[in-house]
């Protein structure tokens, strides 16, 4: 049980990380946003096919939490060792590969995969919101991850 409280613990601590650093995100300067996450739509789809899903369940090894010896009041006690399950959790065998598969799609069509700082309340500000074309890339550029997964990268201009 305590073994599983600090195991999500970890999970959630590299979730906070991991919501910190930088986006991945394709860039073609002067390339439409709609041609881009309909090219990246195509891409994803076409990796998908290629690669399908290909979950694996997998188990964790048991744990070995070991006995105990207790002395209060002159006497002692002992309570005994006990293994813990260590749990199943699943994999998809194909992610990696389907992701180089969408990388190379995205390569072939002009596409290059850069990382952005993501945004900040203070870096949207005088931004185009309605952008229609990928701006050039500088020092205030970020990225921010929307509602549907996808990434938007803001520029000023």
């Known amino acids: 049980m305590i073994d599983a409280f600090f195991r999500s613990l970890g999970a959630a601590g590299l979730l906070m990380v991991s919501a ?14 709609s041609r881009l996450e309909a090219d990246t739509l195509s891409c994803e789809t076409r990796a998908l ?6 979950t694996e369940i997998r188990q964790r090894p048991a744990v070995f939490y070991p006995g105990h010896r207790y002395c209060s009041g002159g006497q002692c ?4 060792g006990y293994w813990a ?3 199943t959790y699943t994999v998809d ?11 190379a799609c995205m390569a072939d069509k002009g596409y290059q995969q850069i990382e952005l700082k993501r945004c900040t309340g203070a870096s949207t500000a005088g931004e185009t919101v309605g952008q229609t074309l990928l701006g050039p890339l500088d020092e205030t550029s970020c990225a921010i991850r929307n509602r549907d997964g996808t990434v938007s990268i803001r520029t000023k201009g």
């Open 20 to 33: 910190c650093g930088p986006l991945p995100a394709y860039y073609k300067p002067g390339a439409e946003v």
């Open 77 to 80: 006690y002992y309570r005994p």
């Open 85 to 87: 399950d260590g749990g």
């Open 49 to 54: 096919k290629d690669a399908p899903v290909a």
């Open 93 to 103: 065998t194909n992610r990696q590969l389907r992701q180089r598969l969408a990388k």
